[in-house]
């Protein structure tokens, strides 16, 4: 009886012992462990891009922010005629209308600054940052090359009641308001032109806005807008043919293919800003490339199809070549013009 109970004591014991480990070891093993201090994050520097030391070693891509067939479109077809010889590269020319060009705009900053995506601009790159359309601005950008200033003018289509500046001027008094202005773009360079005229002439008028000039001049056309304003060389063909019917020429002086068609000196008004068409790529582009598109583009500007092609499209009439750096600095020194232009005509505050 004594062994049984001495026996069971030691089962009990031995029992009580083993779970005295194992709480021990569970317990060890749901410590926690101290937690790790996070790692510092080393400092990103911002990569270079990487120079393409045989650019253009693949197509390069031409955005216009134009529909087809206006002064845009038409200005980078011809000028990448010349410049695919001068760069022995493939030149794709790319339409993407939209919003005054704030959509090819916004395009092209989303590519990589590789100098394979060329950008045909105009001066709705700084009005449209100006009005709070996008929120890109010219210093995202770098520019290749100023190609030339483009001329103006107004022009009503064959059959209107006015053949002259004057006379549009007296039609547009005796029926304010309900005289329809085209331009292409809202807010864009053209209604800025076209208000700095329309205003010192004290008409009230209604601004109508086209994405693309095609489309504008069949507006004109076909009754649905009194006036456009448009650059003659875009519309000689249809002046020759006696469809369109040129009102005034926005320059200082006449023209030699318009002799007959009033300037604006003529009239006494003040110069409106000037139209210009430049090139420009991606801000951050390496240098020797943004160096190699100006020397070729400038190259293009001399050769016998640009310059015939400038010549029958008036747009050597004025000097307008500007290289990269004078490019640059023409874009800000605009860039102000145009906000103070903008209040003036109450689009900004």
Not at 39 to 51: D, I, S, W
Not at 66 to 75: P, R, V, Y
């Amino acid at each position: 009886m004594m062994k049984r109970n001495i026996s069971l004591v030691l089962i009990i014991l031995l029992t009580i012992s083993i779970l005295i480990v194992g709480c021990g070891q569970q317990a060890k093993q749901e410590t926690p462990k101290p937690a790790e201090e996070p790692k510092a994050e080393e400092p990103k520097t911002e990569e270079k891009p990487k120079v393409d030391e045989k650019y253009p070693s693949r197509t390069i891509e031409y955005i216009i922010g134009w529909g087809a067939g206006g002064g845009s479109d038409i200005f980078g077809r011809t000028i990448n005629m010349p410049a695919r010889r001068a760069l022995e590269a493939q030149i794709i020319e790319i339409n993407m209308p939209g919003g005054s060009s704030v959509t090819a705009m916004e395009h092209v900053l989303q590519q990589p600054a590789d100098g394979y995506t060329v950008f045909g601009i105009t001066p709705d790159i700084l009005t449209n940052t100006i009005l709070g359309r996008t929120e890109t601005s010219y210093k995202d950008l770098t520019g290749i090359i100023q190609a030339h200033i483009d001329v103006g003018g107004i022009s009503a289509r064959a059959g209107a009641p006015y053949k002259t500046w004057q006379e549009f001027v007296d039609y547009a008094k005796a029926n304010p308001g309900k005289v329809n202005f085209g331009g292409t773009g809202a807010a864009s360079f053209d209604e800025v032109a076209s208000a700095h005229l329309w205003t010192q002439a004290g008409l009230e008028v209604k601004y109508i806005p086209f994405e693309g000039s095609s489309e504008m001049h069949a507006a004109l056309l076909g009754g649905h807008i009194d006036v456009m304003y448009e650059e003659p060389g875009v519309i000689i063909p249809m002046i020759q043919e006696g469809k369109i019917q040129p009102l005034l020429v926005v320059a200082e002086e006449r023209v030699e293919a318009l002799k007959d068609v009033q300037c604006v000196s003529d009239i006494g008004y003040e110069m409106p800003p000037m139209m210009w068409r430049g090139i420009a790529v991606k801000k951050g582009t390496p240098v020797e490339i943004v160096k190699k598109l100006e020397e070729e583009y400038t190259k293009a500007l001399e050769s016998s199809v640009y310059k015939s092609f400038a010549k029958d499209r008036m747009l050597d009439l004025v000097p307008g070549y500007l290289n990269s750096e004078g490019f640059d600095k023409l874009m800000e020194k605009e860039y102000k013009i145009y906000e103070e232009i903008m209040k003036k005509l109450g689009h900004v505050k």
